[in-house]
Nanobody, 128 residues
Framework: QVQLVESGGGLVHAGGSLRLSCAASGFTFDYYAIGWFRQAPGKEREGVSCISSTDDITYYADSVKGRFTISRDNAKNTVYLQMNSLRPEDTAVYYC?????????????????????WGQGTQVTVSS
């Protein structure tokens, strides 16, 4: 059974940093791209970052480029999102998800409909 568990969220001041983790189990982890998404209250879920199965392709939304870094450790079945220079507008619930093996877009189109298994999310709150 596919399971994704996010952790590392919390409350930080603007300019601070957090490192999110996404621990995966129940599937062949290194076969799949993993994406990070976020959803703020009243807003649609949006793609933040993605890393390919072979770690050679990464994607960042324009709003986080230069501040966030995605990485993966296939030996630990874990993907990380290092978030620096956090801003109040980064406040959201952050989710990780696996690419859909049926659609197979990987990190080429990081939108929720192209990803299927999801974690429960972790809250990130950035105070001004």
């Amino acid at each position: 059974q596919v399971q994704l568990v996010e952790s590392g969220g919390g409350l930080v001041h603007a300019g601070g940093s957090l490192r999110l983790s996404c621990a995966a189990s129940g599937f062949t982890f290194d076969y799949y791209a993993i994406g990070w998404f976020r959803q703020a209250p009243g807003k649609e879920r949006e793609g933040v970052s993605c890393i390919s199965s072979t770690d050679d392709i990464t994607y960042y939304a324009d709003s986080v480029k230069g501040r966030f870094t995605i990485s993966r450790d296939n030996a630990k079945n874990t993907v990380y999102l290092q978030m620096n220079s956090l801003r109040p507008e980064d406040t959201a619930v952050y989710y990780c998800a696996t690419e859909s093996p049926v659609l197979g877009y990987g990190c080429l189109n990081v939108v929720p409909r192209n990803f299927d298994s999801w974690g429960q999310g972790t809250q990130v709150t950035v105070s001004s």
